[in-house]
């Protein structure tokens, strides 16, 4: 089944003259559901035994992991061409994704937290502890860089430059350098210096942000943790690690940032996605307490 999506990549690249990162998305998201399909069904060996049930499970798993719209939609995509390469190859008789449809993708900007949420937010753990100095420097990075939770959990130590102001994202092509804002450097300089070595973490090396044991964090541990402070600051509508990445991208663009500087911070392969964020006149979530929305925000 391996060999079989390596196969189908290497005709996306060589015969249809897919993009390196068209094909790099194609593969990961094969080999996802390649590995939902081994922990779901060990027994399968071929993929002419996976049914439209399996693959239909699979969508309700990315769902209930919060995976966006775009992205369920992208990886249905990917599972129609990769079953319409494998029936044209003969590979199997009939193709069970021929009736899956892709979830209808809003082309809407994403909406961001008004400029007095994220100030709530960011003051919300205000408690001088191990615990409280690490919130607050991960929720004030979260904002200051617009980050992706996975490149949040996955940052080392290593990539703070706290004498130069900047964190390293990402690593080879994707590598990207994000200038810290002032709040952002102070609040890492505190955690550092005063709380990550109480988590049992070793100075020089190891996750920046770690848990309890040393380790790292995880992406649920991260929602959870963003989770609690949401309802300490008192806003009641839904907010996601992403909201954060949505709210430094509008603000960035509202305080006069061009869009090139946006796109490349955010890390966007395309001008076009971080184009979204430039729209105005959008709905703001509505503050918690009053009800009211931000009258100078934008998406």
Do not use: C
Not at 267 to 281: D, P
């Amino acid at each position: 089944m391996e060999s079989q999506i390596e196969q189908f990549i290497q005709y996306l690249a060589a015969e249809k003259g897919y993009a390196g990162n068209t094909v790099m998305a194609y593969r990961n998201d094969l080999s996802q559901f390649h590995q939902f399909v081994l922990t779901t069904r060990p027994y399968l060996s071929s993929w002419a035994r996976v049914d439209t049930l399996l693959i239909q499970a699979y969508l309700l798993d990315l769902k209930a992991r919060e995976y966006s719209v775009a992205s369920i939609a992208r990886k249905v995509a990917a599972l129609k061409s990769f079953y319409f390469y494998l029936t044209e190859k003969q590979v199997m008789a009939s193709n069970p994704t021929i009736d899956l449809e892709p979830p209808r993708v809003s082309h809407q900007p994403p909406r961001a937290l008004s400029q007095q949420q994220v100030t709530a937010l960011l003051r919300a753990p205000a408690a001088p502890t191990a615990k409280g100095l690490r919130d607050r420097a991960m929720l004030e990075v979260m904002y200051a860089t617009g980050l992706r939770v996975t490149e949040l959990v996955t940052l080392d130590i290593r990539d703070v430059d706290l004498a130069r102001g900047k964190l390293k994202i990402g690593s080879g092509a994707h590598q990207r350098s994000v200038p810290l804002t002032e709040p952002a450097q102070n609040a890492l300089v505190e955690y550092i210096t005063r709380a990550r070595g109480d988590y049992g973490a070793p100075p020089e090396s190891g996750p920046l942000f770690v848990n309890p044991r040393g380790g790292a964090l995880t992406r649920q541990g991260v929602w959870l943790i963003l989770k609690h402070y949401v309802a300490q600051a008192g806003i009641e509508t839904a907010v996601t690690p992403h909201s954060l990445r949505h709210s430094f991208a509008t603000h960035r663009l509202q305080e006069g940032s061009s869009v090139q500087e946006v796109q490349r911070m955010l890390g966007h392969a395309h001008l076009s996605t971080t184009q979204i964020y430039a729209r105005s006149q959008l709905p703001a979530l509505t503050d918690g307490a009053t009800g009211e929305t931000s009258e100078n925000h934008t998406s």
